[in-house]
């Protein structure tokens, strides 16, 4: 098995596919601010952050375990005035470099110096590189100043963000503690003082700035998907149905390269069973030089588990392959013929490496139950109808306001009756844009679809760089795909050519076509095209709850946001008011985030946690996998079925095309009967939301 057979099924922690072998991660984020950066709560007149006035100096230390790196960004949240002219000073250990303003190093960065890509000139992340040799391990001062005169309390020409201690508390579970690596000094740098940051010198927390090295991280690993040890677990053929099997030995090498001063660990687990979450696996085993070689193991199947690691961030190790040898004999079961696989058609189960924390939808039952949504979804004819009716109903229901530091989606919805007792909705409004934030609308679209049990997220666009916008993802049973919508409209995203609803991914990958080069921060995608031209890119808009398409009308801009896509893990804020991931109206940036990225859209320098690939950022749902497994009776089978569904209750299964029963188990025997045989089956959680149907049809000789 290649490094790219390993990767398709594999669960990746800081390690990633390069060429054709898997590496550990080449880039390292030093920051200390991620868990409380954002408007501190009773924060008002942007006291949060730090004017650069003539005479002012903010100082940051940062603490790197090793300073070796191809190359260093330093990155920091905060805005330049509008029309700037003054130049920004920064000394990293002593060494000075100038920063010129923007208008005059990077004219094309105009989200940077001036309002024009957007309604308000918001707060940004900037880049500079440093030289390398400047950094040291260990702590590492860095000083920014502005010593322009025109750069007053009232009109700074820079600012750089505060993250304020108070809000530890709030950014992570468990919280971290303050560091005390941020002080502020007003005599240019004569004495400093730590708990005096901001505009009103009441604020003890650091400074939003943070270092991107280009290194390896110091460790990393792969859990590969099971495999089966008799075909090395490759699809194609009777995959799906497993020739009863012994196996005597089984060998395994691995192709690596290790550079002096790296390591690679591979163990090694075996069981008698293809699911990973099945009964029976083995104590992980260590393999010696790289090889193993084990007699009778407990079962065809193994999993592998590799462990990268490097003393020096500059090289990696990397893992090509696994070649895995067995020794098998064909177990004498009967002189019968046996069944043989006419037909499947299977279900996907791939896990995602990042975990995902779900609602409850019992927390939400309430607010189906008091805003009468089965109302609302009765006589829709598909899943996805019934969830286009939920968003039309975000869309017009009138809204409260979220607490910025303790979000719960109780808080949104408002029960209103008019006259006559009927739930009231908002609209007609004047344009396509419903009122209040867009947050509000779509967080109340999430937990409307999650009070059904359809699997439904909350999702931040915002390529490098425009104005952030929020939307809806939910999962299709209908499509077998995720599917973004925006209650902020009423309108999903749609493919010119096949009709097919589409994903953020999607989106991004239709927008990437009309755009000339990669997005980055120091080539915007409003700097390559001034509109994403929707019909050009492919792509269509549909607003179902109003009767008619529409060309976009007034939101082409959105197209402009969707390609950076960034999301936190966890979506129960029915549960758990807390770690909030956005303090709205300040920008993203919060380690609760994890992002995408792609090779139009790479990754953005401010993340810690990111993705470009699809089973982590867009993990297949409610499928079920199913195995078909001879066993020593002629005619009989053991299926086992694997599935990633949220809520999971029972599987569905139809023999012969009969009625559904349900089976609570993951493994049990089927009997055949001479001639054909058919099994259905599909994943059911227990809000009665069915997954697609997987199916085999089998042939059995007399």
């Known amino acids: 098995m290649s490094a790219g057979d390993l990767e398709a099924h594999g669960q990746l922690h800081d390690v990633m596919l390069v060429d054709d072998g898997i590496r550990l991660r080449d880039r390292v984020l030093v920051e200390d601010d991620a868990t409380a950066i954002g408007c501190p709560e ?51 250990n002593g060494i000075e470099i100038v920063r010129p303003p923007t208008s005059q190093v990077h004219p094309q960065c105009r989200h940077y110096y001036t309002p024009d890509w957007g309604g308000s000139h918001f707060d940004n992340w900037f880049v500079v590189a440093l030289p390398v040799g400047a950094l040291h391990a260990g702590d590492n001062t860095l000083e920014m100043w502005c010593d322009d005169e025109t750069s007053t309390a009232d009109s700074p020409a820079w600012e750089v963000m505060v993250a304020a201690d108070s809000e530890r508390h709030r950014g992570c579970d468990p919280p971290l503690p303050a560091v005390g690596r941020s002080a502020f000094s007003d005599d240019g740098g004569s004495t400093w003082d730590a708990k005096r940051l901001g505009r009103s010198n009441d604020i003890a927390g650091e400074y939003c700035v943070r270092l991107s090295l280009e290194s390896h991280r110091r460790r990393g690993v792969l859990r590969s998907g099971v495999i089966d040890s008799t075909t090395g677990g490759q699809d194609g053929g009777d995959s799906n149905l497993h020739r009863h099997l012994i196996v005597s030995q089984c060998d395994i090498t691995c192709d690596v390269d290790m550079p002096a001063g790296t390591q690679v660990d591979v163990r090694v687990r075996y069981a ?39 003393q020096d961030p500059l090289v990696s190790p990397t893992l090509k392959g696994v070649h895995v040898e067995a020794k098998v004999e064909v177990a004498q079961i009967d002189t019968a013929p046996r069944s043989r696989l006419l037909e499947s058609r299977n279900g996907r189960a791939v896990p995602s490496s990042f975990d995902y924390a779900w609602e409850k939808p019992e927390m939400l039952a309430d607010l189906r139950e008091r805003f009468e949504l089965d109302a609302v979804v009765a006589g829709a004819t598909t899943e996805f109808e019934a969830q286009l009716r939920l968003m039309n109903w975000s869309y017009r229901i009138p809204l409260g306001n979220l607490d910025h530091y303790a979000w719960r989606y109780h808080d949104l919805p408002q029960l209103e009756r008019d006259a006559d007792g009927a739930i009231r909705l908002l609209g007609p409004y004047e ?39 929020e939307v809806t993802e939910v999962w299709s049973n209908d499509f077998g795909k995720w599917v973004h919508l925006d209650a902020t409209r009423d309108f999903y995203v749609y493919d010119l050519d096949s009709g097919l609803p589409l994903s953020l991914t999607e989106i991004g990958e239709h927008v990437g076509r009309v755009i000339p080069e990669p997005v980055t921060w120091e080539r915007p995608i409003q700097a390559q095209v001034a509109r994403v031209d929707p019909e050009a ?46 303090r709205v109206s300040s920008n993203w940036g919060s380690s609760e ?110």
Not at 65 to 90: K, M, P, Q, S, Y
Not at 441 to 449: D, M, R, S
Request: proline fraction near 5%; charged fraction near 20%.
């Open 42 to 92: 009773g924060g008002e007149n942007r006291s949060w952050f730090e004017p650069l006035v003539s005479g002012a100096r903010l100082r940051k230390i940062l603490v790197l375990d090793d300073n070796r790196a191809r190359a260093v960004l330093l990155t920091w949240c905060g805005t330049e005035a509008d029309g700037n002219e003054a130049a920004l000073h920064i000394a990293v």
């Open 272 to 310: 008698d069973t293809p699911r990973a979450s099945g009964d029976g696996w083995s104590e992980w085993e260590q393999l010696v030089d790289l090889r193993g070689s084990r007699l009778s193991p407990p079962g065809r199947w193994l999993q592998l588990e590799v462990e990268l690691s490097t």
């Open 431 to 469: 344009g396509s844009r419903r009122q209040g934030h867009c947050l509000y609308c779509n967080l109340t679209l999430v937990a409307a679809l999650l009070s059904f049990g359809y699997a439904a997220r909350w999702v931040n666009i915002s390529t490098k760089h425009t104005y952030g916008h």
């Open 537 to 582: 890119a492919g792509m269509g808009c549909r607003q179902p709850g109003h009767g008619h398409d529409i060309l976009f009308e007034n939101g082409l801009d959105l197209l402009q946001m969707i390609g950076h896509l960034q999301m936190p893990m966890r979506n129960d804020f029915a549960s758990r008011p807390q770690p909030v991931p956005w």
């Open 593 to 702: 985030f994890v992002t995408w990225h792609s090779e139009r859209f790479p990754p953005k320098l401010e993340y810690e946690h990111t993705t470009g690939r699809l089973q982590d950022w867009e993990p297949v749902l409610q499928e079920a996998r199913v195995h078909l497994i001879e066993t020593a009776t002629v005619g009989q089978l053991r299926v086992e079925v694997e599935t990633v569904t949220p809520w999971f209750e029972t599987f569905e299964v139809s023999v012969d095309d009969n009625h559904w029963l349900s089976q609570s188990e993951s493994a049990w025997t089927w009997s055949l009967h001479e001639g054909v045989n058919h099994l259905r089956v599909r994943a059911c959680n227990r809000f009665g939301v069915r997954g697609s149907v997987s199916e085999m049809t089998l042939v059995l000789p007399s």
